[in-house]
Nanobody, 120 residues
């Protein structure tokens, strides 16, 4: 069974840094694009950043220059380095993986979410 498990969320002060991790578990052969989305209270879930299995990345305008997405294909893990965080970055952050091919299932998958709160 494929599962995405996030870690690294928490409370951080404005201007500080935080690193999120997400590992896909299961007997996985390949993963296409991995990424991070976020959802603030009362708002829709929005894209933060994505990265292909070839390493091409894409960012929301609101995080360009502050956040960096990376992945380790051998570990089926994607990271989000968040620098110079702002209160408006407060949200539940969800990991996403598409085109997952595994022994028992395939498709697109979401993690359970990790809370990031930026407050002084």
């Amino acid at each position: 069974q494929v599962q995405l498990v996030e870690s690294g969320g928490g409370l951080v002060q404005p201007g500080e840094s935080l690193r999120l991790s997400c590992t896909a578990s299961g007997r996985i052969f390949t993963i296409g694009t991995m990424g991070w989305y976020r959802q603030a209270p009362g708002k829709q879930r929005d894209l933060v950043a994505t990265i292909t299995n070839g390493g091409s990345s894409n960012y929301a305008d609101s995080v360009k220059g502050r956040f960096t997405i990376s992945r380790d294909n051998a570990k089926n893990t994607v990271y989000l380095q968040m620098n110079k965080v702002k209160p408006e970055d407060t949200a539940v952050y969800y990991c996403y993986a598409d085109s997952v091919l595994a022994t028992t299932e395939s498709g697109d998958f979401w993690g359970q979410g990790t809370q990031v709160t930026v407050s002084s």
